[in-house]
Every structure is written in structure tokens, then in C-alpha cells.
């Protein structure tokens, strides 16, 4: 049986460095399909869509709106 993909909203943040050496975050928002709602699967497949390391996930909402905190 195959599993069924859920609609996640993801708050992501970015760690950087600037040109001039001083780090800084980047929040965002996106939104994601994914067949599980593991921490550890979320984060290998937005780190393999963004060249930026992926540093945290803030939170991941199901479309309907129930909040799941996934931070670690």
C-alpha cells in the first residue's frame, strides 16, 4: 500500500555568512510534499533542493492547518 503524500508549510531558517564575514539568518517560508512527517527526511530533501546548508526547520503545519513543532 502506497503511502499517501501530505501538503506541508515549512518556516525554515538559513545561516549565512555575508561577503564582509558576518553571519546572518534568512527566515522562509515554502511549502512541501512529503510521504512522512520525519524531521530527519524533511531535512535531507530541503537540503538536496537548497545549496544553502538548511540549518534548522522552524515548524511544519499540515495544510489544514494543524501545527506539528519538528525543531530538534
Not at 555575508?18 to 553571519?23: H, L
Not at 537548497?50 to 515548524?59: A, E, F, G, L
Amino acid at each position: 500500500m502506497a503511502k499517501k503524500s501530505l501538503d506541508y508549510h515549512i518556516l525554515i531558517t538559513l545561516k549565512e555568512r555575508t561577503r564582509d564575514g558576518e553571519k546572518r539568518s534568512i527566515e522562509f517560508e515554502t511549502c512541501v510534499l512529503a510521504s512522512s512527517d520525519s524531521y530527519d527526511l524533511m531535512h535531507y530533501r530541503l537540503c538536496s533542493c537548497i545549496s544553502t546548508k538548511v540549518t534548522s526547520i522552524i515548524r511544519m503545519e499540515k495544510k489544514d492547518d494543524t501545527s506539528k513543532t519538528i525543531s530538534k
